[in-house]
């Protein structure tokens, strides 16, 4: 079935982008030689903080008439640069604003002599004039905008009416709205750029809630019918009881058509209730 695609404004997206500074301030530090100078961060998991960044292109050059150029570069290598941007967004989760960016510094002479590039060290912390670049946040924000596919309990025996210690079956059924795991919610590319947004639902546990105060999961065991459902309770009195699922989700996501990667969030949908009959059967004396 195919499932309806909504747009959703997010923000400002671009591959790959380099901003050039010029800094001849103060020194906070000092260098030697040709701009050689030594940083702290630039391997994984330990990128240079907001202070260090700043730092980093703040230190005076070797002669006062020297200057140092900096560039900004996000951290997209290679040939397949949407899952290569991909690792720069989700490096800087819970870090800095991001995506990953690598620093390259360059020494000019005060005669024009321009001196090789030199990767100083990257930064979650990139300076706020940069080119805009897709954001943690901003796909933290479409994961939330998804319209999940409604999630609902329905029973067996048929009409959602049982019996007292009677084995019941629970089924989960998906909403035809909405999204349900597995299928590919696509960001309208106008919204982003031009860069296309795939977000996959991704299902991480169900808790079926029975109505009498007990449940089972979280699982992600859609439940089934009589005799192979593996998801049944049994009503130790007669009445009605307002049954419902508790769903978590989370999703993939991916750019430009690169690799899946996991988005390390999840959100909490309660589903619509179901009222189940419980009835107590009687034995009547036949001839």
Known sequence: MRKRQLSRTLGAFVAASAL????????LGACTGLGECTVAGGGAGSHLTDAETQQTVAVRPPASSDRYEYRFEIACAGADAG???RGAILACVGTGTGPLHDIFRRLIHANGQTEAWVRVGDT???PA?????LTY???LEAFHLTPWATASISTQPKGDVTLTGL?????????????EPGEIDAVDPARM?????DIRPRLVGLIYRFGDGTSEGPTTDVGGVYPTGRITHVYPKAGVYQTHLDVTWSADFRVDGGEWAPIPETVSVTGPTTTVTVKTARAVPVN
């Open 137 to 139: 946040a901003m796909l």
């Open 83 to 85: 899952a290569s941007c």
């Open 193 to 197: 750029l031009g860069h296309r947004v």
């Open 167 to 179: 084995r019941t079956f629970f089924l989960t059924s998906w909403s035809s709205g909405g999204f």
């Open 20 to 27: 050039l500074l010029w800094f001849t301030p103060a020194a």
């Open 124 to 126: 979650c912390f990139p």
């Open 129 to 133: 004039s940069a080119a805009p670049q």
